[in-house]
């Protein structure tokens, strides 16, 4: 099945903590990103990558890292967390980030940092 | 830069009656839009996409949306809603910035079905 999997979907911690959310496709995309999700805000794109080895900052990428070694995995990193981080965060992908192909969600993280 | 409005972040209809979602873009160029859902606690899925073809667009589950250039819009419509239209849909702009594809997203509707 085509999909977009994301781990963990629940979690807490504390400020400071370092954490990694993990994000992989199965469906050989070149384009993954990363989206937080806040009441009243819709989504904002914190990075993004165009292919392997090849990031950039979306909206919202400070308190943020990211790395695509591999094409199928992308992961979030949070260095040192702070509670203006909890959100539900999403990891989409698409065939190619060339605008016009959809985009495909994971089911999403929510994170809470106290 | 781009941007989307959404307006009205909470529609209710009763079932049966018109679904009427409204998005209103902005892009100095020709843009990709998309229209998409999200139900309780799960990922966005898409519903339909607009890529410079037909300016009415069908999507799943019985929506479709007009693209209209003069009004910068691209409003979702379904004649009879259904309980499990009950979600929250969010327009989305894709368009050159910087050198890629910048994809914008709307701050979302939420669509409440009563029966």
Redesign the interface.
């Known amino acids: 099945e085509a999909q977009?999997t994301q781990n963990p979907r629940y979690l807490i911690t504390v400020t400071g903590k370092k954490l990694t959310v993990t994000c992989s496709q199965n469906m050989n995309h070149e384009y993954m990103?990363w989206?937080r999700q806040d009441p009243?805000?819709?989504?904002?794109?914190i990075y993004?990558s165009?292919n392997v080895e090849v990031t950039?900052k979306g909206d919202v990428p400070e308190g943020y890292k990211v790395s695509r070694k591999e094409k199928r995995n992308f992961p979030l990193i949070l260095e040192s967390p702070s509670p203006n981080q909890t959100s539900l965060y999403?990891c989409?992908s698409s065939l190619r980030?060339?605008?016009?192909y959809?985009?495909y969600?994971?089911?999403?993280t929510r994170l809470t940092v106290t | 830069a781009q941007s989307v409005t959404q307006l009205g972040s909470h529609v209710s209809v009763s079932e049966g009656a018109l679904v009427l979602l409204r998005c209103n873009y902005s892009s100095s160029v020709p843009p990709y839009l998309f229209w998409y859902v999200q139900y309780p606690n799960q990922g966005l899925q898409l519903l339909l996409k607009y890529t410079s073809a037909a300016t009415l667009v069908k999507g799943i589950n019985g929506f479709e949306a007009e693209f209209k250039k003069s009004e910068t819009s691209f409003h979702l419509t379904k004649p009879s809603a259904h309980m499990s239209d009950a979600a929250e849909y969010f327009c989305a702009v894709s368009a050159p910035s910087g050198g890629y594809q910048k994809v914008t997203f709307g701050t979302g509707t939420k669509l409440q079905v009563i029966p």
């Open positions: 977009v990103s989206y009243g805000l819709g989504l904002r794109q993004y165009m950039d999403f989409a980030g060339t605008g016009e959809e985009q969600f994971g089911p999403g």
